[in-house]
């Protein structure tokens, strides 16, 4: 099983609230990503780093920001939290070799109310 | 446009008998192919990854096939068991580099009865 914890796994918030969801890997990679997955549905990346310092946000639009201050922790931010952000958030890590599998944690599943 | 189409969308078996899951894609250039396996509650986990030139590969149970000429990729389960009830995504990367980009299909559903 991959190094890849999130916290919380479970959330759930009022709207307007501010929130966090944490990633953190001990694997040692340098890419890591996050993903927005609702039920029967496919994953779409929301941000992206390729290492400390470096975020770019993915395919699919969302209002949260990320951080990439150490190489092991990726956290995403909401600062005001609404119910179209209810959904399954997952992280993930990747090597830097032609592979790119990535592994993922378990997920964060936020509802905001 | 680059799309991962899986089917079926859902599919119930009985324990010990052996499914097919079908992954067609339209991802160019290819680099390479993976199908996961989501727990409900969890994260994807890689069963098993083709490049190119690869046919077959197997992980246990678990047997993959690609034909990159007529795109597409099959997962084969063989002898179900219960803690095969998942999730099976099949995900194409466009290309082997850091630049490489990820599609991912919307799954099957599987169940496997006892």
């Known amino acids: 099983e991959a190094d890849i914890y999130q916290t919380p796994r479970y959330l759930v918030i009022g709207t307007g609230k501010k929130i966090t969801l944490e990633c953190s890997q001990t694997m040692g990679h340098d890419k890591m990503y996050w993903y927005q997955q609702d039920p029967g549905m496919e994953l779409h990346l929301i941000h992206y780093s390729y290492g400390v310092n470096s975020t770019e946000k993915g395919d699919l639009s969302s209002e949260s920001t990320v951080s990439r201050i150490r190489t092991e922790h990726f956290p995403l931010t909401l600062e005001s939290a609404r119910p179209s952000h209810t959904s399954q958030y997952l992280c993930?890590?990747?090597?830097?070799?032609?592979?790119?599998?990535?592994?993922f944690g378990p997920g964060t599943r936020l509802t905001v109310l | 446009k680059n799309q991962v189409e899986q089917s079926p969308q859902s599919l119930i078996i009985l324990e010990g008998k052996n499914c097919t899951l079908q992954c067609n894609y339209t991802v160019s250039p290819f680099s390479n192919l993976r199908w996961y396996k989501q727990d409900t509650g969890r994260g994807p986990v890689s069963l098993t990854i083709m490049t190119f030139s690869e046919n077959t590969k197997s992980n246990g149970r678990y047997t993959a096939t690609l034909d990159a000429d007529t795109k597409q990729s099959s997962l084969h389960i063989t002898a179900s068991q219960l803690s095969d009830s998942a999730s099976y995504i099949c995900?194409?990367?466009?290309?082997?580099?850091?630049?490489?980009?990820?599609?991912f299909g919307r799954g099957t559903q599987l169940t496997v009865w006892p």
């Open positions: 993930a890590s990747s090597t830097s070799d032609n592979t790119d599998t990535q592994y």
């Open positions: 995900v194409v990367s466009d290309r082997g580099s850091t630049l490489g980009r990820l599609y």
